[in-house]
């Protein structure tokens, strides 16, 4: 650590570095203080003290008010269950297509990765409209099925691309040596590589989770009942009703992007390893 520290003393460009990183991280996280600070503060309070001011009383209050005034305990259940069924699934999906297109030998597969790779290109806003004709012409409109289809449609791709390049740089041998003792290949994928993907799929799991946790767009051309509304649905029907209860607002806030923390802080540790793996060109 103190060669560390004598190195960037002696390298000022080092050191220029490290403090635009570091002033962009605050850049970053100010926005978070200002909103835990303000749910945490009366109304009275927010009005006189200023915006990252501490607050002198903490008023926990707002937390249970705005869970209850907001009704976020249907939206919570959806976004629970929309997560845990897409996330898991969209992960084994593109894990099995990414092994197939890396390992099994078809004079298509370069063509199949190519269409993919295309598809993660489309931005998905310009395809709301024909997508709400295709999920309404199926009858799924307002469905769980009609948004969690959606959403595999999208994100699997980008999961695709990202294992290919893993499993290509897997040496031949490992698989080839498997294969020659009589092992299938769903048996090599389960036995070989899936454990040594884990920290890949960590890292997936969490851009993964992230995305489809705080999507907005399209749950709000989906879903049309509010008893069927995720949380980033729920969260802005409480602000068009309580815009101006701002201690609960960010109570509301804070309520909604916690569980996103959580599986970062949980799963954090492989998330720089597994993309640099997943990085890796084969």
Known sequence: MKQMIAATRRDPVLMGLWLSLLVFALIWFAPFVFIVFTSLKSSPEIMTSGAFTPPGALVTQNYATAWNRGGFDHAFFNSVFVTVIKVPLGLMIAALSAYALARMKNRWNKLVLLFIVFGTMIPFQVMLAPLFTLVNSLGLVDTYLGLILPYLAFGIPYQIFIL?????????ELSEAALIDGASHFTTFRRIFLPITLPVMAALLILDFVATWN?????LVILQD???????????????????????LNAAIVMTVLPAVLVYLIFQRYFVSGLTSGAVKG
């Open 226 to 248: 509010a008893d069927k509304w995720t949380l980033p649905l729920g969260l802005m029907s409480f602000q068009g009703q309580f815009s101006n209860e701002y201690g609960q």
């Open 215 to 219: 999507e907005f767009a399209m749950a």
């Open 164 to 172: 290919h390049s893993f499993f290509k740089s897997v040496p031949k």
